[in-house]
T-cell receptor, first 118, second 112 residues
Framework: GAVVSQHPSWVICKSGTSVKIECRSL??????MFWYRQFPKQSLMLMAT?????????EQGVEKDKFLINHASLTLSTLTVTSAHPEDSSFYIC??????????????FGSGTRLTVV | QKEVEQNSGPLSVPEGAIASLNCTYS??????FFWYRQYSGKSPELIMS????GDKEDGRFTAQLNKASQYVSLLIRDSQPSDSATYLC????????????FGIGTKLQVIP
């Protein structure tokens, strides 16, 4: 099945700094990747859809200037949390689907990044 | 607004019993349905996908889909303590790279 590698798995940063999270599709090409955020005891909330070679599509209420998404290649998408604040502390997860694989594969998730802003 | 509804639980079942997890969705054009299992602090992992009305079985898991009722369920037979996790229902739309909408998840506790 498809594998999505996400790094780092956890990061602690100071308030006001920026953090970059990477997601790579290891054995397939991901034209589209999705970025989610999950607060404790809450569901996954889609933040944005990342399209290779074009601008990301952000969900309502998500600040595109704060959460910068770059999808420069078919295997790599990055999310940069700029000027992070404690309220940005959350579990960030990327997801993609191998269009060339069986439909039953569904969407594969990265391992997630636990961001703590202090 | 496309919505996916789940009871957050917890749903407690004794070891060896059948756990029944339910999900309803609001958008009639939904085409793809997924069940994910998420352990605390981990990312979701796909358990089942289903696209057509009826039942789909995979080992101890059975997904049931009723598009007319906008209802999808997951049955776990012979529940094990290792099945204790949060089960997320996800609903997607026709073809391509359409995004999916997740329910809040049902927390399942299997009591030894």
């Amino acid at each position: 099945g498809a594998v999505v590698s996400q790094h780092p798995s956890w990061v602690i940063c100071k308030s006001g700094t920026s953090v970059k999270i990477e997601c790579r599709s290891l054995d397939f090409q991901a034209t589209t990747m999705f970025w989610y955020r999950q607060f404790p005891k809450q569901s996954l909330m889609l933040m944005a859809t990342s399209n290779e070679g074009s601008k990301a599509t952000y969900e309502q209420g998500v600040e595109k200037d704060k959460f910068l998404i770059n999808h420069a290649s078919l295997t790599l998408s990055t999310l940069t949390v700029t000027s992070a604040h404690p309220e940005d502390s959350s579990f960030y997860i990327c997801s993609a689907r191998d269009a060339g694989g069986a439909r039953s594969y569904g969407y594969t998730f990265g391992s997630g990044t636990r961001l703590t802003v202090v | 607004q496309k919505e996916v509804e789940q009871n957050s639980g917890p749903l407690s079942v004794p070891e060896g019993a059948i756990a029944s997890l339910n999900c309803t969705y609001s958008d009639r054009v939904s085409q793809s349905f997924f069940w994910y299992r998420q352990y605390s602090g981990k990312s979701p992992e796909l358990i089942m996908s289903i696209y057509s009305n009826g039942d789909k079985e995979d080992g101890r898991f059975t997904a049931q889909l009723n598009k007319a009722s906008q209802y999808v369920s997951l049955l776990i037979r012979d529940s094990q303590p290792s099945d204790s996790a949060t089960y997320l229902c996800a609903v997607g739309f026709s073809g391509g790279y359409q995004k999916v909408t997740f329910g809040i998840g049902t927390k399942l506790q299997v009591i030894p």
